[in-house]
């Protein structure tokens, strides 16, 4: 039987595409799922040491690199695709339950070879040759690419281009992969001007209540000045390309394989840049996260740990904010330190319960050489196992705040500087319990049975609808909190009169508090990890921790630690428990914390 992967036998299939809901997977639950990059340079294919470290999910190469390379011959082709499968078919006998084929959204590398394998009926299907796909100035100019060397974006809106992504989205699906992820889906920083972002542009301001009269000559050229003209409006609709491509690529992917998942690189390589990426290079988690079965973004630096002058790094605040953006969608985060792939153990470990203590998941490069590659293997796998055997306590939670934090996304427009995460790092560093919501969700969130404490950067972020429903949460008891004055942290623990949970003593721990009915989860790390090197770290554990845990119920029959630490404190803890009107305090005493400890009250 002729296998249907090779360019000349491609037939592009009509087929209705799957609503633009997300998929419910239970792969994709919190304590479940273990995601890992498979390739690393020249270390690829690791599946074997990602699922035996305990990843459930890898992010593999297969045809991946041939997309943006060039097509290669057909019996190289075949080639790939029979490897590809038998690499996918072994690591799903090993337990591996999910493999999500890479693709590169834009590039093209080395266009002057790019089509050189194409055989005749493989072009037909395209309009215009590859050099007229590509991303374009306001003159109709090539951009060239930010990466440099060999590279050119090709553009997302061009027709040519998704059919061609479509593809290569094919050949990954067949040869074995359960979906795809996109990298690197960015809007040159200057934006495209290409006649099919013209005529996309033009469509989205019609959308948008607008009347565009362009001249029947020269309409083009109206566009362009128009969008030079409109450079806020331009802006919005550059962060809704890379979404609109992904919508339609999930839904042709759904064509070839039902329930096919689809993410993508949502980059954010800092937590600085939550802002500024939107206006540089078009990344919108906020637009993208709608069309994606789950989100991933990718941060070079901030990997909780010490550094050696004793400040402390950690990403719990930016899980946060991604949280309020990203539409209920599964979150997965890789944070690593300096740029460093590799991360020793004891920080990995830590970053895993970190992300799950925020209600989302690590991704991982256990990409390790052949020489570390058992010991990390051994060193990373009980923290993953410790979550699974737990993913019920990490599942379908609800987050407990003592504040609402709100993320006006919209001022991405206006400024790069993002206010409420530098409101939410000090909240983390004070272990205040807060939520952050943005302005679709502003109507629900206030919607308070009893007085919460809003905290808002400053009056000026208002939109008059978000001014009077402020009326109405104060009339019902709610409080506000403007973060622009000095003293707004301390104001705000004023009227937060029984904290959730109270770390004393220890500014190197954070606490995090998840409830299920009748039972309270308060996840606890030490970022007292020093990394020494790519391969070893330095972790300095508490010991006499004490908390002050609040609880929305009367009696308490038992808190256990929950702990991969084999040196840690663990098993059923003594604890001290003093009612009130509405509920009871704890107090309790942890003689050792090493890593990360969860504590379950019941």
């Not at 019609?206 to 802006?235: C, H, W, Y």
């Not at 055997?389 to 790069?416: G, K």
Request: hydrophobic content about 40%.
């Amino acid at each position: 039987m002729q296998k249907q992967f090779l360019p000349f036998a491609l037939a592009f299939s009509a087929l209705a595409s799957f609503a633009a809901a997300g998929v419910e997977h239970n792969d994709l639950r919190v304590g479940i799922a273990g995601h890992a990059f498979d390739h690393l340079g020249d270390i690829a294919e690791q599946a074997r040491a990602a699922v035996m470290s305990g990843s459930t999910i890898i992010y593999s190469t297969g045809f991946g690199a041939l997309g943006y390379q060039g097509w290669p011959t057909p019996s190289e082709a075949e080639k790939t695709h029979d490897a590809t499968s038998a690499y996918l078919s072994e690591a799903k006998k090993n337990g591996l339950r999910l493999a999500l084929g890479y693709v590169c959204a834009t590039s093209i590398v080395k266009l002057e070879n790019f089509a050189r394998n194409w055989p005749e009926k493989f072009c037909a299907q395209f309009s215009a040759p590859p050099q007229k796909w590509l991303q374009q100035d306001r003159e109709g100019k090539v951009l060239a690419s930010w990466y440099g060397g060999d590279y050119q974006p090709a553009c997302m809106n061009n027709p040519d281009w998704r059919t061609y992504e479509k593809f290569i989205v094919r050949q990954q699906l067949e040869a074995g992969h359960d979906g795809i992820f996109f990298d690197n889906p960015t809007v040159h920083p200057q934006g495209c001007y290409c006649q099919y972002c013209m005529t996309e542009f033009a469509l989205f301001l019609v959308k948008s209540g607008e009347k565009i009269a362009a001249p029947s000559q020269n309409s083009l050229k109206f566009l362009r000045d128009l969008a030079a003209s409109r450079p806020t409006d331009f802006m919005r609709f550059r962060c809704r390309i890379a979404a609109d491509f992904l919508a339609e690529i999930r839904s042709y992917a759904r064509t070839i394989k039902p329930g096919a998942l689809i993410t993508c690189n949502n980059s954010l390589n800092s937590p600085e840049v939550f802002f500024s990426q939107c206006r540089t290079y078009g990344y919108n988690i906020f637009e993208m996260s709608q069309a994606e079965d789950l989100v991933v973004v990718e941060d070079m630096s901030q990997q909780p740990r010490v550094l050696a002058d004793g400040n402390l790094i950690e990403y719990g605040p930016v899980y946060e904010l991604l949280q309020a953006i990203s539409h209920g969608k599964p979150l997965v985060a890789v944070t690593i330190a300096d740029g460093d792939y590799h991360t020793p153990p004891n920080l990995m470990r830590l970053a895993i319960a970190e992300a799950a203590a925020h209600n989302a998941s690590y991704l991982s490069w256990p990409t390790w050489p052949a020489n570390q590659r058992t010991r990390m293997i051994s060193a990373v796998r009980p923290q993953a196992d410790l979550l699974r055997r737990n993913a019920t306590l990490l599942n379908d939670t609800e987050q407990r705040s003592d504040a609402l934090l709100f993320l006006p996304f919209r001022r991405y427009l206006e400024t790069a500087d993002c206010q409420p995460l530098k409101i939410a790092r000090a909240l983390s560093r004070a272990n205040v319990q807060f939520e952050v919501f943005c302005e679709e969700d502003f109507s629900e969130k206030l919607k308070v049975k009893s007085p919460s404490v809003l905290l808002i950067e400053s009056p000026a972020v208002l939109l008059a609808p978000e001014i009077k429903l402020l009326e109405t949460f104060q009339r019902r008891g709610g409080e506000i909190v403007w973060t622009e004055k000095e003293n707004w942290l301390a104001e705000l623990q004023k009227m937060v009169e029984k904290p959730s949970v109270e770390v004393r003593g220890w500014a190197t721990i954070r606490a995090t508090v998840r409830d299920q009915p009748k039972k309270r989860m308060v996840h606890l790390l030490n970022l007292n990890v020093q990394r020494v090197s790519s391969f070893e770290d330095k972790v300095t554990p508490a010991s006499d921790v004490q908390l002050k845990v609040r609880v929305p119920f009367f009696s308490v029959h038992s808190v256990k630690a929950l702990t991969a630490d084999s040196a840690a404190t663990q098993g059923l803890i003594p604890f001290k428990l003093q009612r009130d009107k509405t509920g009871a305090s704890l107090e309790i005493k942890i003689p050792r914390l090493v890593v990360s400890t969860i504590l379950v009250v019941e």
